[in-house]
């Protein structure tokens, strides 16, 4: 078959996939599947790993950030500490944390908590390479 | 939305449903049987612990939790069945001389009419044409055909056990 015509069948038979609704791809595992209360097991454990592996790499970025203000707020690093004064200042609710001389380990995680670890790291990092 | 908020705010049950469906439906496709040990379900577990561990990044999706899922898995397979494909077209018979198109429109007709040997019918037929002609989402297949998205997703069930056998008879024509 031409990939091309094979490509769009793959396509659309993955969009039949993505859209179906919930009874026709019960329908279809129904087929498939032989023992469901199995399949139903593994996918519990799939979930519960998956989680569990998505909340430790979010602590371990949380405490790497954390560290990586505190380092900035002792060695006054300009950068980290404006992106910090920033969420302070972007957030009414942060007003106790305006002095970020005696802010602590647990106000870091509360000014942070919520934000993209991901960003937050990527614009530490990029600062680092620059000094 | 991150990560675990991801996890946790969609219905990950049903999202890991549509993902084993879809597996069972490409291996199906493909026709291959060995999966090295592997159920399919295995597979939606590798590429969810793919996206905890980082190494398919959510942060940086601009689609809804479901198609970057989706996305994630089918590049997965790919690269799963990459070697299984050229092995099973390598060992498909030649088709005859003097039966190779000369072109895509050609062998769309000729994919037409094995269909119909297969005994598709007019519906399916209908379904594979919109293929085809690039439009691949249920919902505005079912608005062109003026059908009911669920007639539609009954009949592409029925094309999709053809495919198979659709794959084997063309799939050296390139």
């Known amino acids: 078959m031409s990939r091309e015509i ?22 279809s595992l129904q087929e498939n599947i032989q023992n469901l209360v199995e399949y139903e097991k593994k996918k519990k454990k799939i979930l519960f790993l ?40 972007g957030n009414p609710s942060f007003a106790l944390y305006r002095n970020l001389d005696k802010i ?23 600062d680092e390479k620059k000094h | 939305m991150t990560l675990e908020e991801a996890l946790h705010n969609n219905d990950m049950n049903d999202i890991m449903d549509s993902m084993t469906a879809y597996v069972y439906g490409r291996i199906k496709t493909i026709g291959v049987k060995d999966l090295e040990g592997k159920t399919p379900e295995d597979f939606v577990g590798e590429v969810l612990m793919k996206v905890a561990e980082g190494e398919r990044d959510w942060s940086k999706a601009k689609c809804s939790f479901k198609d970057f899922l989706f996305g994630c898995l089918k590049s997965h397979l790919y690269n799963f069945f990459k070697s299984f494909e050229q092995k099973y077209e390598a060992e498909l018979p030649d088709i005859e001389s003097g039966a190779v198109p000369e072109n895509e429109s050609e062998l769309k007709q000729i994919a037409i009419q094995k269909l119909k040997e297969d005994g598709a019918d007019q519906d399916e037929i209908d379904v594979f044409e919109c293929w085809i ?24 069930k029925r094309l999709e056990r053809k495919m198979p056998k659709l794959q084997t008879q063309i799939i050296k024509f390139v």
């Not at chain 1, 560290?67 to 404006?82: G, W």
Request: net charge negative.
């Open chain 1, 6 to 27: 094979k490509n769009k069948i793959d396509d659309a038979l993955f969009n039949f996939y993505l859209e179906a609704d919930k009874d026709t791809i019960k329908v």
């Open chain 1, 50 to 89: 998956a989680k569990a592996t998505a909340n430790r790499r979010h602590n371990e970025s949380l405490l790497q950030l954390v560290s990586k203000f505190q380092e900035a707020l002792l060695m006054n690093i300009e950068k980290p500490i404006a992106i910090l004064k920033q969420l302070v200042q």
């Open chain 1, 104 to 126: 602590s380990k647990e106000d870091i995680i509360e000014i942070i908590k919520d934000k993209n670890f991901v960003e937050l790291i990527e614009q530490l990092e990029e």
């Open chain 2, 133 to 156: 002609e690039d439009m691949d989402k249920p919902a505005e297949i079912a608005e062109l055909l003026g059908k009911n998205v669920k007639e539609i997703y009954n009949i592409t």
